[in-house]
């Protein structure tokens, strides 16, 4: 059991491939999102001949349940950086479960001019950051990845939200995985959602479209990451992400929409 | 001659549009993004069988040029409140253009909770923010959309950029024709690009992917828009838009990832 076991993918014909959901993998019985968008990247990447995902976008159009899945893949263009190509995951009864558009290339670390306006999070260190708690719905996904959260956004889980609607904490793989840049798609969308933090009267929020930049390929260690959300307005609320390797660096940046149902939010409502 | 004119689309079998790349929308020899996404939404929203497209994503893959072109749509699923479309538009010789995916819906105006973490950016009133310059490269362009820009972003076309990668200002089509959302498309993709006020050995920086998430239909009038670059980092720029109605709504928000290829800006940049 490893995360890149559970997103294999194997060619089963030009532009086809197989693969399974994985257990363990859910958020009360449904795929988490960035798995999902990881093991359907892993097709693109092949269909793409570049391995990593320079900007990827999926819609969610069903829940992923664990089971047998197909991945269709088509290249629409193929130039000589950057290779673009559409994806869908479809269960074996031909549900469509994820669209996904992206641009693959390699990111091999490319000079030119920068300019930051901002840092990676300020976090304590790993082991003063809180755990997350195991509710049931959740209990597997938290040994398929490793987050701590800052303590002063983790009041959620005990009642107590900060009142800001933000996330920040750690996060890595188990068992000293490497996190390769498909690996950065999972840690785009494994934290608790921000509005948990946000003392409104809004359940779990389904997400509609997600999209991940990448920007390097992380270096070994832990990442730091923060999720924000600024507006939730019109039956929505984006949330965006930020995540930074050991170095220093940014290696990626995340944009969700989700949809804000008004639904009491349920006690045990997970991350 | 209207945004609404052209950016028609006329339905020519199940899924199969043709349309135009009309003139003058473009920069320098190549039509806008924003232009060209709404044309194709256009075409997407039909095949949908919804009018407002709540996510789009558009990843550019050849200059459009003005002539013919088709637009290929396939719907991924049609929910209950929601439709997902791919789309692709090509030109008359078959080359793919830009290749989209997008969730379609109606915005009616959803009650639920709000919270807001910014207002919309201040403004001098569109009389004492500065005119655009009538570049040869965007000289039509420039009487395609109204643009006001603040006056402290608008130094770089005189030489004299801020400093700031930010780019503020009003935005209304032409002769009072009305802003539906397909209109939000191109205001998230009008104005000149952040980094030119970032004092960088930056030039023109070709968009990668851009993804506008709509919240609600404007109301008329101006909309007042705002555009920030935090990251240039890794080759890559994110350049994130907020589109607010004049009763102070916010109605869109757009994040494009650009390139950033270690060229000298031409003194013509145009935006």
């Not at 014909?13 to 449904?30: E, H």
Request: aromatic share 8%.
């Amino acid at each position: 059991m490893s995360f890149a076991s559970d997103t294999a993918v194997r060619r089963i014909a030009r532009g086809r491939y197989d693969a399974t959901i994985a257990t363990g993998w859910d958020i009360g019985g449904n795929a988490n999102g960035g798995y999902l968008m990881a093991l359907c990247a892993r097709a693109l990447a092949d269909a793409a001949g570049r391995p990593d995902p320079v900007a990827l976008t999926a819609h969610f159009l069903a829940p992923g349940k664990p089971g047998a899945v197909s991945v269709e893949t088509e290249v629409a263009r193929a130039g000589r950086r950057f290779a673009t190509v559409t994806g869908s995951l479809t269960d074996a009864e031909g549900r469509a479960i994820v669209q996904l558009l992206g641009t693959f290339g390699e990111l091999v670390g490319a000079e030119g001019p920068e300019r930051m306006e901002a840092a990676p999070p300020e976090l304590p260190p790993p082991d003063a950051c809180a755990v997350l708690p195991r509710e049931e719905a959740v209990s597997a996904f938290r040994d398929r990845v490793e987050m701590r959260l800052h303590p002063d956004d983790a009041g959620y889980a005990a009642g107590a939200p900060s009142g800001e609607p933000r996330v920040r904490g750690w996060f890595r793989l188990p068992g000293d995985e490497p996190i390769d840049t498909l690996a950065l798609l999972l840690g785009a969308d494994s934290f608790p959602p921000t509005i948990f933090n946000a003392k409104l009267p809004v359940g779990w929020v389904p997400t509609l479209e997600l999209t991940t930049h990448l920007r390097a390929r992380p270096a070994p260690g832990w990442l730091r990451c923060a999720f924000t959300t600024r507006f939730v307005t019109g039956g929505f609320l984006e949330e965006d992400g930020e995540l930074w390797d050991e170095s220093g660096r940014l290696v990626a940046q995340s944009r969700q929409l989700a949809l804000v149902p008004r639904a009491a939010r349920e006690p045990a409502a997970p991350g």
